[in-house]
């Protein structure tokens, strides 16, 4: 099985390819007011190249000309597709460009000798590039280099290659319930009842910390704006703090994932909720800090995570109905009270923890569903709602899931 995956490197700040970078992003700029299209629906790629190919064609190579459009009406798609609103044409601020390599381009290429070959508006150039340690292995099993994307952050030039790796191909057999909290922010139970807990309380507290730092800068960012005074500094500040909690969510995300794939057997099936989190309306009135507490939740990241680990090692991701995995009995399937982490059935007696009753109820729902035959469906394709069949591997990143 063929996987992609993403390694960042590290270019040198040469003149001519921090040209060629702000000269792509130039050109998608002017592209995205004929895109946007006032009064009418945002042209697609083949439109958008027939109607301003000739306008911006001499400023990069053909092919990055090309690769500038599509991405520019690839943004208005996804914009769309997910139904947020295009009022204006969008900003294309941060400068980076799009490389082709192997063959679909010749924009950029990796040579034996340990240098990058790359097209720049100064011509031909022959850089020299750094991998992380801790990814040379990836870089170097990659069975083909589809890309490399060069992005300006801070004065400097970071490249992000995307490469095609061979994987395993994934035998599930164990199943695993995982289920995603906010306090504690994974626990899992495999098939032998083993349990796994792993707490978000020090995040969650450190991201409330930066939050209450935020407002308050907020206010002070407000009051100079007021006195009419430079409010340079506040700024950079809320910048700094935003970064790095980006940058510490990213962090905790991936090292949560590690430790699930490390806990659990070969050839396992991970099994989530097919959650689907809606945005909390404006005009809907909530708890204090509820749409903020909603909107740091970091479950889908977590679960791009898991899955990207979960493919290297062969495993398999299932996804089922989240409908009363909360409230129901895992010894007798009725429903019982649940009061914070503790829940208690007044049926049976069973007392156990809520987080681990969930757990067991995604997993004992998979499991019955499998030996069952149950409905199998790829999440948002309608095509394939009554489509009737055993459960699949997921051999590629499509999600499935189980009523």
Request: proline share 4%; with cysteine.
């Amino acid at each position: 099985m063929e996987i992609k995956r993403m390694v960042p490197i590290l270019l040198p700040k040469d003149p001519d390819l921090l040209a060629t970078v702000q000269t792509f992003q130039q050109v998608q700029q002017e592209l995205s007011g004929s895109c946007y299209n006032k009064g009418g629906k945002p042209l697609g790629a083949i439109a958008l190249q027939h109607k301003c190919y000739d306008s911006v064609k001499g400023k990069l190579s053909a092919q990055m000309t090309i690769s500038a459009i599509r991405l520019v009406a690839a943004t208005y798609k996804t914009a769309k597709s997910s139904q947020k609103p295009i009022t204006k044409p969008f900003d294309f601020r941060r400068a980076r460009a799009l490389f082709l390599v192997g063959q679909r381009g010749r924009d950029a290429d990796f040579r034996a000798d340990g240098t990058l070959s790359i097209w720049t508006v100064g011509g031909r150039k022959r850089l020299n590039y750094q991998v992380p340690k801790a990814l040379q292995y990836i870089f170097s099993k990659a069975l083909e280099i589809d890309s490399l994307t060069v992005i300006e952050h801070d004065g400097k030039l970071v490249g992000r290659v995307r490469v095609t790796l061979e994987a395993p191909e994934p035998k599930g057999i164990h199943p695993v319930g995982i289920d995603l909290n906010e306090t504690n922010i994974l626990v899992a139970v495999d098939a032998d009842d083993r349990e796994l807990f792993i707490s978000g309380l020090s995040t969650k507290v450190r991201n409330h910390r930066t939050h209450k730092t935020r407002s308050r800068l907020h206010k002070k960012l407000a009051t100079r704006k007021a006195e009419k005074k430079d409010t340079r500094s506040c700024r950079r500040l809320l910048k700094r703090l935003s970064r790095r909690q980006g940058n510490r969510t990213r962090t905790f995300c991936s090292q949560v994932a590690k430790q699930l794939v490390d806990w659990v057997k070969p050839n396992s099936v991970l099994v989530f909720e097919d959650l689907k989190m809606p945005k909390v309306s404006k005009k809907l009135r909530v708890a204090k800090g509820a749409k903020r507490r909603l909107s740091q939740w970091e479950h889908h990241l977590i679960r791009l995570n898991v899955t990207n680990k979960a493919q290297e090692r062969g495993m398999v991701i299932e996804y089922v109905n989240p409908r009363y995995t909360s409230q129901h009995c895992s010894k007798c399937g009725l429903r019982g009270k649940r009061k914070r982490h503790r829940f208690e059935c007044p049926h049976c007696g069973h007392l156990d923890h809520a987080d681990k009753n969930a757990a067991i109820n995604i997993r004992n729902r998979y499991t019955v569903l499998r030996s069952q035959g149950g409905e199998s469906q790829s999440v948002g394709s309608e095509a394939q709602e009554k489509s009737e069949g055993k459960p699949r591997h997921q051999s590629q990143v499509t999600d499935r899931k189980y009523p």
